[in-house]
């Protein structure tokens, strides 16, 4: 008769099946807060700019940015994982499937709603992705990277280059408001709380791996 397999292995489903749901919700999430049109989360307010400024669709040119992203870990000796790589496809092409199927809305009585539907999804979503644990997001992995190469600390690193992003996504077109200020402030909180809500027991030698950091997101 064939072993059991081990606890690892029979977790491999339930791990995939997050990664990959967790991947689309935050797609789905960010498509909400384009809708709402009350301000991105720092990332995507560059991937609106640079969609405004070429022509592509918002989700192309976030593929576009987490490939160029992924680039720069090369020099900061990042290893990505397939988490990594599927976050750079799978949400992109969640964000414009969403954006394409949800009408605009032109009412606050909508938007609003929209917003906070936005955040809490995309903190769920975090939860789920993180949780599976097949690696970081390409932009997460940059933050980590550069706190290794420079000695200072995520949050400064993390900080520095969100403002950038947001600085130049902004003079470039992309949506600041309300919402990117209501995302900064939630979705630590939010994440952290599905990061319980959503963690795969560890037993053996699963319980030695690496835990995940306990950030926002992608992103």
Aim: no cysteine.
């Amino acid at each position: 008769m064939p072993a059991d397999p081990t606890p690892r292995a029979r977790r491999l489903p339930r791990r995939l099946l997050q990664l990959y749901v967790g991947l689309v919700l935050y797609g789905a999430s960010s498509a909400l807060l384009v809708r709402a049109g009350l301000g991105l989360e720092p990332w995507n307010v560059l991937h609106q700019g640079l969609a405004e400024l070429t022509g592509l669709t918002i989700g192309v040119v976030s593929i576009i940015v987490g490939a160029a992203v992924l680039v720069l870990w090369i020099p900061l000796r990042q290893r990505p994982g397939l988490g990594t790589v599927s976050n750079v496809f799978v949400v992109g092409i969640a964000l414009d499937a969403t954006l394409a199927a949800a009408p605009d809305a032109h009412t606050l009585a909508v938007r609003i709603p929209l917003l906070v539907a936005g955040i809490v999804l995309n903190g769920a979503a975090t939860g789920l992705y993180i949780s599976a644990r097949f690696g970081p997001g390409p932009r997460d992995g940059l933050m980590t990277g550069l706190h290794q190469a420079t000695g200072r600390s995520i949050r400064l690193m993390r900080t520095g280059v969100e403002v950038t992003v947001v600085v130049v996504g902004f003079l470039l077109g992309g949506t600041l408001g309300i919402g990117t200020v209501a995302y900064a402030l939630t979705i630590g909180p939010l994440a952290q709380l599905f990061l319980r809500v959503f963690a795969i027991p560890e037993t053996g030698a699963a319980a030695a791996e690496p835990r995940p950091r306990r950030t926002s997101s992608r992103r």
